[in-house]
């Protein structure tokens, strides 16, 4: 989000006029997004074909689960493929490194091709990786696989096959890598397959364990201290929750996340950004489970159900019945079709899955900005965005795709947020592959003045930042019906928020006969507002505050306006 721009003003009972700390007139950032036209550009190039894969979709499927070492501890293989793993490692001189948790995704990856003559979709390997252990946000899978005769011993099997292995592992490239790799024989039918991918944060194993409170602790380490963190854990069919930073110094951390009653096992995804950014990234996701097997059954609903689909608009629309469906489940409001955007979507869609595959996070980020800034939602003032993306590499239909979106606690919190209202669906099926992927934004809308809840919000902050210090939660002024007037005259008239606030602290200071004080903000993000520092460090500190909103000319988004005003005492 945008860090908060801030400008003073002070009034005094004997002072004519209130007297500026900062010139008049309010700076702003730059909201970072393409430009409408930039994102028109976008549109207009040929879409990449998207890579076909082998994959098998299933409705269900059962993992053995861990065995062997546990993450951490040192590679546990001693077969002539964990020697192979142990020379690679070798060669690269501390850029790669073997993990277990790897070795066991790997495995379920061969039991599952040699079971159904292909690769398992996406959402079954992560629920691999996850019940494997591993914390990876993504990870590269390859395989190997040929027909052996039975009377071919596993000996002459690594002696042909070695070779080939060896070759695609020599091509692994970047730095702090992991890898695991497992061997699998059925009848006729071998595969070798291996697991590879960037750690972004050094997990403690530990963090997956349900404790008896019903908890879940995140401890780990994080690659980049300079990024600030944020965990959202599952809870219950729909729910999310927001995890508690329990106090670590950077570059550790740690985050308590609540586990639903009932829930023997919780996705946990831990994401990273920059502050004032507004977008951020996976770092890493955790199954916290409480051991009871459960995890090692995956299934899903929406598989059994599902019908062919012909087109990319049967997908849209199905995921948006779907959704809608499930929002008033939660208790949240219908989210309103935005078809402009929605066709924007679909265009850039499969721009931004060929760069999410190939790691161009620079075309990556600027469609998800492109998309999120909405300049094609028009009947309405975006507060805010989230974006939720998925490809499949099997024809599956939108109830599928939704399913697997609303797993993870990212995709329930940005679908299923109760301040959206607006919302674009872009659907693709490669011609080629046939593969079916979306891109959905959704939008939260500023309604016309009643800010009752963020005023609250704010305020709220205060006493509780005030408490924390030590001291009294501090009174709120009553009375200061010229604040709250000028705060419609920003939203309705377009009044510039300085003037706003001058006028508000002069009525402040005819009705309480009272010095006053006032500070405004323009924000998209409450938790980025800095606090005035007498708020924070006098006792009984009266004070009022007022939200309005507005949207700069040739802006994509609205933006909060903070009032706060307090008696200088």
């Known amino acids: 989000m945008r860090s908060a721009i801030v400008l003073t003003l002070l009034a005094g009972c004997a002072a004519a006029t209130p007297r500026p700390a900062a010139p008049h007139g309010m700076s702003r950032q730059q909201q970072p997004f393409p430009s409408a036209d930039e994102v028109f550009a976008l549109t207009q190039r040929p879409p990449p074909a998207i890579p076909g894969t082998d994959i098998r979709f299933v409705d269900a499927w059962t993992l053995e689960g861990p ?191 609540p586990i639903a009653a009932g829930d023997h096992a919780a996705w946990i995804e831990l994401s990273a950004a920059a502050k004032g950014a507004y977008l951020g990234r996976t770092i890493a996701t955790v199954l916290a489970n409480d051991g009871d097997g459960s995890t090692l059954g995956w299934a899903s609903l929406a598989a059994k159900k599902a019908k062919p689909v012909t087109s990319p608009t049967e997908v849209s629309s199905t995921i948006l019945a779907d959704l809608n469906a499930i929002r008033a489940v939660t208790g949240a409001s219908p989210l309103v079709l935005v078809p402009p955007q929605s066709a924007t979507n679909a265009a850039v869609a499969p721009h931004f899955q060929s760069a999410a595959m190939s790691g161009d996070l620079a075309t990556w980020e600027k469609i998800a900005l492109g998309v999120m800034a909405g300049w094609d939602v028009k009947d309405a003032t975006i507060s805010s965005a989230n974006v939720s993306s998925a490809l499949f590499g099997a024809a599956i239909d939108g109830s599928t795709w939704l399913e697997f979106v609303l797993a993870q606690p990212t995709g329930r919190a940005a679908l299923l947020d109760r301040g ?27 309604s016309a003045t009643d800010h009752a809840a963020e005023i609250a919000l704010v305020e709220k902050r205060i006493a509780s930042e005030r408490v924390a210090k030590g001291l009294d939660p501090g009174a709120k002024i009553a009375g200061l019906e010229g604040l709250a007037a000028e705060a419609n005259r920003v939203t309705l008239e377009g009044k510039d928020p300085i003037a706003a606030l001058d006028a508000a602290l002069q009525d402040a200071v005819t009705r309480t006969q009272r010095s006053m004080r006032g500070t405004v903000w323009a924000v998209n993000d409450f938790e980025l507002v800095p606090l005035p520092e007498p708020l924070l460090t006098k006792p009984n500190m009266p004070f009022a505050v007022q939200v309005a909103h507005r949207r700069e000319k040739g802006a994509a988004w609205g933006e909060w306006i903070v009032m706060i005003v307090w008696a200088d005492v």
């Not at 080939?164 to 595969?191: C, E, I, P």
């Not at 659907?427 to 979306?438: E, G, N, Q, R």
């Open 67 to 257: 065995s062997g070492g546990k993450e951490g501890a040192p590679y546990d293989d001693a077969s002539p493929w964990g020697g192979l793993v142990a020379e690679t490692v070798a060669s690269r001189k501390g850029a790669l490194g073997a993990s277990n948790a790897l070795r066991c995704t790997a495995h379920e990856l061969g039991l599952f091709v040699l079971a159904n003559m292909g690769m398992p979709a996406e959402p079954v390997r992560r629920h691999m990786l996850g019940v494997c252990g591993s914390t990876l946000p993504s990870a590269g899978v390859e395989t190997l696989r040929a027909d052996v005769p039975p009377s071919m011993t596993d000996a002459q099997v690594f002696a042909q096959a070695s070779s080939k292995v060896r070759a695609r592992l020599a091509t692994l490239a970047g730095a702090h890598q992991v890898l695991g790799l497992s061997y699998a024989r059925k009848n006729d039918r071998m595969v070798v397959a291996w697991v590879y991918g960037t750690p972004l944060a050094d997990i403690v194993p530990s963090s997956s364990t349900i404790a008896a409170d019903r908890t879940a602790v995140v401890r780990g380490t994080n690659a980049d201290p300079s990024l600030q963190l944020r965990a959202v854990v599952n809870q219950g069919t729909f729910g999310v929750a927001a995890c508690t930073p329990l106090g670590e110094a950077a570059p550790r951390f740690a985050m308590r996340c």
């Open 420 to 446: 959206a209202t607006r919302v674009a669906i872009g659907s693709l099926i490669d011609p080629t592959s046939k593969s079916v992927a979306a891109l959905v934004t959704t939008y939260a809308t500023f």
